[in-house]
């Protein structure tokens, strides 16, 4: 008799509990059912910005454009309605960019700021669902900053600072190149480089002597870089001669973009799965 009540008790508990595992899987059902299908090709996911300074005057700043085709992006429940790229270099998302499927399936944007991105791919078709992915989008940034003829040579800035929330850069990258123009009363001058952290400690140096008409350079690679204001300065430490400055610095994040997703590549597995993991 005890070994029946038991069973039955067993029993009523499987058919109580059924129908609350159906309610359980309600959700991913839903989601696994998105009709939105994201086919979004992109050649590139990374750049560099360029920027020229001369005298402290900016001569030219070249942005990184980036191009995202939504073309090939469908839906079960319909036509698109409208395709979004949020760069991911603001705080508010206010950079976003919407555009009418119907009327253009490609949105460019240009990045003028550097930082590690997070970037979110976003489609809406005519039933109003929704389906989202997420990019890893990598703008490191080279200044050439020249400084002709002086004997006070300018402190030059260097902002590792990025505009989002995300990583300090990887590291700074420099090259420089001091020359004492030829002249006849032209003597040897001694230079030092100074890179400089926020907090105002020199992180490196080096210093040379340059003869009459000669030229002398210094390359470093700073890593553990903390997020401010940096500077590379230059010191006459003897001679009172002009000289003619030339810095090449980078400003460079960990390698940690998403790959590109060109239109005419093949698609692998693991393509296939990665981009399924970052669909929201």
């Given at each position: 008799m005890r070994g029946g009540t038991q069973k039955a008790w067993l029993l009523l508990t499987i058919l109580l509990s059924t129908p609350l595992v159906g309610c359980l899987g309600t959700d991913d059902g839903d989601e696994n059912e998105n009709p939105i299908t994201l086919n979004i090709h992109y050649d590139a996911t990374a750049g560099m910005i360029e920027q020229r300074i001369q005298n402290g005057a900016t001569l030219s700043t070249t942005g990184v454009e980036l191009t995202f085709d939504f073309a090939r992006v469908t839906s079960k429940a319909g036509t698109m309605k409208a395709f979004t790229y949020d760069p991911g270099d603001d705080d508010d998302g206010s950079n976003s960019v919407?555009?009418?499927a119907n009327e253009q399936a490609d949105i460019t944007y240009?990045?003028?700021t550097h930082g590690l991105f997070t970037a979110v791919l976003t489609a809406v078709d005519e039933s109003d669902n929704v389906r989202s992915m997420e990019l890893q989008i990598r703008i490191d940034k080279e200044t050439i900053w020249t400084q002709p003829n002086t004997d006070e040579p300018t402190q030059m800035p260097v902002s590792t600072m990025p505009d989002c929330e995300c990583p300090a850069p990887e590291k700074i990258s420099l090259e420089s190149t001091i020359t004492n123009p030829s002249d006849l009363f032209q003597a040897q001058v001694t230079v030092s480089w100074h890179l400089v952290n926020p907090e105002g400690v020199a992180e490196a140096t080096h210093t040379e002597q340059i003869g009459n008409g000669?030229?002398?350079?210094?390359?470093?690679?700073?890593?553990n870089i903390a997020k401010g204001d940096w500077s590379l300065d230059v010191t006459i430490d003897s001679g009172n001669d002009s000289i003619d400055v030339n810095h090449r610095v980078l400003v460079l994040y960990a390698e940690e973009e998403s790959q590109p997703n060109p239109f005419d590549a093949p698609v692998s597995n693991e393509q296939e799965t990665s981009l399924s993991q970052k669909e929201n």
């Open positions: 919407t555009v009418n240009t990045y003028q000669q030229e002398a350079s210094w390359s470093h690679s700073e890593y």
